[in-house]
């Protein structure tokens, strides 16, 4: 069974920057494909923030390109989103997961609240 644990998230003006942390249990962690999903108030619906596959490989989507990024350390297990320029519209719960083969484990996700 694999834990995720987030932490680093908070209350942010628009404008400031976030650093979002996830520590994986688990002694398989440079294999797979980590990921950053968030949530925001009233969707049901999670979206793919950012994605780092094994090889370092990272995508991103469109509403953060250019302001956030993901980077990941096998050696401690982690895998951090840096958040920068946020914006109002950045506010949600942020979820890390972890990819094994077809499978996706889940964090408890943190809270990101942009103020105005």
């Known amino acids: 069974q694999v834990r995720l644990v987030e932490s680093g998230g908070g209350l942010v003006q628009a404008g400031g920057s976030l650093r979002l942390s996830c520590t994986a249990s688990g002694s398989r962690f440079s294999l797979y494909t980590m990921a950053w999903y968030r949530q925001t108030p009233g969707k049901e619906r999670r979206e793919l923030v950012a994605e780092i596959t094994r090889d370092g490989s990272t995508s991103y989507s469109d509403s953060v390109k250019g302001r956030f990024s993901i980077s990941r350390n096998n050696d401690q297990n982690t895998v951090a989103l840096q958040m920068t320029g946020l914006k109002l519209e950045d506010t949600a719960v942020y979820y890390c997961?972890?990819?094994?083969?077809?499978?996706?484990?889940w964090g408890e996700g943190t809270q990101v609240t942009v103020s105005s």
């Open positions: 997961i972890q990819r094994v083969f077809n499978y996706d484990y």
